[in-house]
């Protein structure tokens, strides 16, 4: 995970990883991200699917804005 600042709106940010068993778990850890204060936003960066591992093929990284 790495962190930084956005100067474009002063928001500070961080990316994380993670893994879901589906796409649509994948959707709802973002989703409620998105409504967790102090969070401003929270996005989905980017996502692989390795159909190599059936317990948690999705792969994703999520960036997540906060005001300081």
Partial sequence: AGAGS???????????????????????YVGHLSGRAPLQRAYLVNHTVDETDTAYPYRFTVELAWRE
């Fill in 6 to 28: 956005d100067p474009a709106d002063g928001a500070a940010t961080l990316k994380l990883s993670a893994e879901s068993a589906s796409g649509a778990e994948m959707a709802r």
